[in-house]
C-alpha cells in the first residue's frame, strides 16, 4: 500500500506557476524598458524607480504587518510600473505619495491582489495627475541624453510629441521607435517595451488579443482621423502608436490578469475599447494623452463584458421562449 487516496478540495489540477513567479517574469520583462530608460536619462532615472519601488513594498508590507518586503513580488511590480509613468526626474514626495496610492487605494482597499478592480499603478498615476498635474503633464518635459548617466537632464527639455503637432515633426518614426524623445520613464523606448512584450508572450502571460485590438485600433483611428499632419495618413497612424503611452499601456497595463476579461473575446473587446477611447482623448478631448483613463474605465466595465461574452457551456440546453 505504497499509494494512498489523497482527498482534498479543488482544485486538482494545479500549475507550477505561482504569484511570485509570475511577478518575477514582469519584472524581468520590464527590465529592458527601465535600462534604456536610465540610459536616456541618467542617474534620476534610477532614482525614481527606486524611490518607488521601495515605497510600494513597504506600505504593503506596513499594511500587512509582514517582515517580508517583496513576498508576493505583486507591491515590487507595481511600483516599478507607476515609476515607468512617471516623468523622468520628478519630486521625492509625489514619488512616494503616487507608489503609496497605487497600494492603498488601487490595490489594498479592496482586498489585495486578486480583487482589485483597477490597475493599482494607474490609479496612483491618476491620483497624481489629479493632484498635482502641472509636475506630471506641463508643457516642458526633459530631453533624453543618451548615455549622460550624471547629466543635469532638467537643464534641456522640450516639449513631448503628443504636446502639439509642430513639437511632434521634429521627431523621427525611428527616434521615437528608440525612445529619443522626452516622456515618461517607460512610454519612449518601443523598442524596449517590445522585448518584455515578446517575454512575457513567451512565458504565456498575456496573449495578443489585448496588445492588438489596443494598438491596431489606435493605428486605424490615427491613420483615419488623425489629420495626416505626420507626412500622410500611415506615418500618424504610426505617430499615434509609437507616441505617448500607447505601448506600455497595451502590453504590461491593460493586459493586467486580475482586472481584464477572461474570456478570448472578452480580451479583444477590451483592448479596442482602450484604443477608442484613447484616441477620443487625444483627437477631441481637453488631455493630448489618454492612455491612463482608457484603461481604467475599460478596468470598470470588465464584469459587463465577462457576463456578455462567456461561452455557451457544452452540451447546455437553451432556454425556451
Not at 189 to 211: E, M, Q
Not at 217 to 241: D, K, N, R
Not at 251 to 268: E, K, S
Request: hydrophobic share 55%.
Amino acid at each position: 500500500m505504497d499509494k494512498k487516496l489523497v482527498v482534498s478540495s479543488s482544485p486538482h489540477i494545479r500549475t507550477i506557476e505561482s504569484v511570485q513567479s509570475v511577478m518575477t517574469d514582469v519584472l524581468i520583462a520590464l527590465f529592458p524598458a527601465a535600462l534604456m530608460a536610465v540610459l536616456l536619462f541618467g542617474y534620476k532615472a534610477l532614482l525614481t524607480m527606486v524611490i518607488s519601488v521601495v515605497t510600494a513594498m513597504a506600505v504593503e508590507a506596513l499594511w500587512l504587518r509582514k517582515r517580508d518586503l517583496f513576498s508576493d513580488g505583486s507591491a515590487a511590480v507595481t511600483g516599478l510600473l507607476f515609476a515607468m509613468v512617471l516623468p523622468p526626474a520628478p519630486p521625492w514626495w509625489l514619488v512616494v505619495i503616487g507608489a503609496a496610492s497605487s497600494i492603498i487605494i488601487g490595490k489594498q482597499v479592496f482586498g489585495g491582489i486578486g480583487y482589485n478592480i483597477f490597475n493599482p499603478a494607474l490609479v496612483g498615476r491618476a491620483v497624481v495627475v489629479m493632484s498635482w498635474g502641472a509636475r506630471m503633464a506641463g508643457p516642458i518635459w526633459p530631453q533624453p541624453q543618451p548615455f549622460a548617466f550624471t547629466a543635469d537632464i532638467s537643464a534641456v527639455t522640450m516639449a513631448t510629441p503628443l504636446a502639439a503637432q509642430q513639437e511632434a515633426l521634429s521627431y523621427s518614426l525611428a527616434s521615437m521607435f528608440i525612445g529619443v524623445m522626452p516622456g515618461c520613464l517607460g512610454e519612449t523606448s518601443t523598442l524596449a517595451l517590445l522585448l518584455g512584450g515578446a517575454w512575457l508572450y513567451y512565458k504565456g502571460h498575456i496573449d495578443w488579443r489585448i496588445p492588438g485590438g489596443f494598438i491596431g485600433t489606435v493605428f486605424i483611428f490615427g491613420l483615419l482621423f488623425g489629420g495626416a499632419f505626420y507626412g500622410g495618413p500611415f506615418e500618424t497612424g504610426l505617430f499615434h502608436v509609437l507616441a505617448g503611452g500607447v505601448m506600455i499601456g497595451a502590453i504590461f497595463m491593460a493586459t493586467d490578469m486580475v482586472t481584464t476579461p477572461v474570456t478570448a473575446n472578452g480580451r479583444l473587446i477590451f483592448g479596442i475599447g482602450c484604443g477608442l477611447i484613447t484616441m477620443l482623448i487625444r483627437l477631441w478631448g481637453s488631455m493630448p494623452e489618454g492612455v491612463t483613463f482608457a484603461i481604467l474605465i475599460m478596468n470598470g466595465v470588465t464584469p459587463i463584458i465577462d457576463n456578455f461574452t462567456i461561452p455557451r457551456q457544452f452540451g447546455g440546453v437553451k432556454k425556451s421562449a
